[in-house]
């Protein structure tokens, strides 16, 4: 399968100040990108879903001005978590859909305490 | 809007057993996919099996088949032979073509496997 790289794997960040996430996909260009968040024993959330070169479509209830994403490239996008709080605290999974692929293909996550 | 259902929340199983994963979704567009992904204790989600609507024959992919019951609208995962690393999270995930096309998951099945 194609892969997917997400940095940093787990962040430790206090509480006001901005943590940005980076997803690639090294091997296939990702017209398409999803973030998704995961509290702890529970399913996969999906936040929003963007395209390259357009802005990202966000899911009910995710504040937009808190999650920046960005997805300037075939190969690369960005959620910031601007002026973070203990209950952003929670593991942060992307995954990237493109190329002759139909499944979408996922990093490997990013945990994230905010303290 | 789509759906996906996950009954079991949690299964043991002994191990060389088989083992059947329920999935019953739920959608109005006759254009879509469905997967299970499996997610071990590092996080990672790994794509097993896909199985289009369209497809007339189920899914295989090694040890693990897609019972694909298109009237009843249900996607059950099996895995012959269970080995000990089939321990982990199973998602079952759905993406509609016609729309959206972003990829939704169910609640998840939490897989034990007995030695």
């Known amino acids: 399968g194609a892969v997917v790289s997400q940095h940093p794997s787990w962040v430790i960040c206090k509480s006001g100040t901005s943590v940005k996430i980076e997803c690639r996909s090294l091997?296939?260009?990702?017209?398409?990108m999803f973030w998704y968040r995961q509290f702890p024993k529970q399913s996969l959330m999906l936040m929003a879903t963007?395209?390259?070169?357009?802005?990202?479509?966000?899911e009910q209830g995710v504040e937009k001005d808190k999650f920046l994403i960005n997805h300037a490239s075939l190969t690369l996008s960005t959620l910031t978590v601007t002026s973070a709080h203990p209950e952003d605290s929670s593991f942060y999974i992307c995954?990237?859909?493109?190329?002759?692929?139909?499944?979408?293909?996922f990093g490997q996550g990013t945990r994230l305490t905010v303290v | 809007a789509q759906k996906i259902t996950q009954t079991q929340p949690g299964m043991f199983v002994q191990e060389k057993e088989a083992v059947t994963l329920d999935c019953t979704y739920d959608?109005?567009?006759?254009?879509?996919?469905l997967f299970w992904y499996k997610q071990p204790s590092s996080g990672e989600m790994i794509f097993l099996i896909y199985?289009?609507?369209?497809?007339?024959q189920n899914a295989t992919e090694g040890r693990y088949s897609l019972n694909f019951q298109k009237a009843r609208k249900s996607a059950n995962l099996v895995i012959s032979a269970s080995q000990l690393g089939d321990s982990a999270m199973y998602f079952c995930?759905?993406?509609?073509?016609?729309?959206?096309?972003?990829?939704?998951f169910g609640s998840g099945t939490r897989l034990s496997i007995r030695p």
């Open positions: 995954s990237a859909r493109g190329g002759s692929h139909t499944e979408a293909f």
């Open positions: 091997d296939f260009q990702a017209t398409t």
């Open positions: 963007s395209n390259e070169g357009s802005k990202a479509t966000y």
């Open positions: 959608t109005s567009d006759p254009s879509y996919g």
């Open positions: 199985q289009g609507s369209y497809d007339q």
């Open positions: 995930a759905m993406r509609e073509y016609s729309s959206a096309s972003k990829i939704i």
